[in-house]
């Protein structure tokens, strides 16, 4: 099983999770955390075998209740979850598909254990035909200015029906309204070129490009309703020479959206990124 936990900093903190774990018979295989100093927060996120205390749901549940006792006495947020408990995800994507692709591959070989809950486009299914969504639901919501929020209330209604933990938008090239970006907070997440805001706008790497620059990259974060400003969760970069064409920056620029995202999602999954106001911890493994 899984704890993560947040909350104002005070000695004794680990030593009552740590015995609370011990008396229940757990043994704890991985624990890791961080003192916020600036911020006076302490978080946690610990691994551990129940060891036949919790081997069935209403055991779980039990252990779920006994630890409300600890959490209260030290105003933790927290999160308890089997490992076998797999997230529901729901795929947003638009005309660019790289991400969308990549995800669906990493699903299929097993890299990231969630259970796919659709995908959701604003192009229709013949846009995705060189990709493998067989088995996938897939709903087209196309979205003008004049139906962008009756279509953003049927992506809600689907996000509820489908009991969707996470929503990624893969590319998803359609800025979400303030009030859904409420609804889906901590629980959406979004991939972008970290030129942001140096180079806003059409053809980001062809600006880039045209004022030399000698680094690209991407960052995976969590949306809100500020523009490609919520919690950063991951990023990389890749050098780049007077030698690249607007177009070499474009195809190396694919690949470090792919990874950026690929990680950023299998740290939500394994439960690593805790908030931290407007920045994240993430336990890297």
Known sequence: MILTLSCPDQRGIVAKV????????????????????ETGH?????VFDADGAAKNPEDRAELRDAFVAVADAFKMKWTLRDRTERYRVLLLASKFDHCLADLVYRWRIGELPMDIAGVVSNHPAQTYEHIDLSGLPFHHLPVTKETKFEQEAELWKLIQETQTDI?????????????????L??????IHHSFLPGFKGAKPYHQAHARGVKLIGASAHYVT???DEGPIIEQDVERISHRDTPEDLVRKGRDIERRVLARAL?????????????KTVVFTD
């Open 18 to 37: 740590s015995a609370f774990l011990f008396e229940r018979g757990c043994n704890i295989l991985d624990a890791q955390q961080f003192d916020d100093q």
């Open 42 to 46: 302490f978080f946690m996120r610990v």
């Open 167 to 183: 929503v990624v938008l893969a590319r998803y090239m359609q800025v979400l309204s303030d009030g859904l970006s409420a609804k």
């Open 185 to 190: 907070q901590g629980r959406c997440i979004n």
């Open 225 to 227: 309703g500020d523009l």
């Open 266 to 278: 299998r740290y939500r999954l394994e439960d690593r990124v805790l908030l931290n106001g407007r």
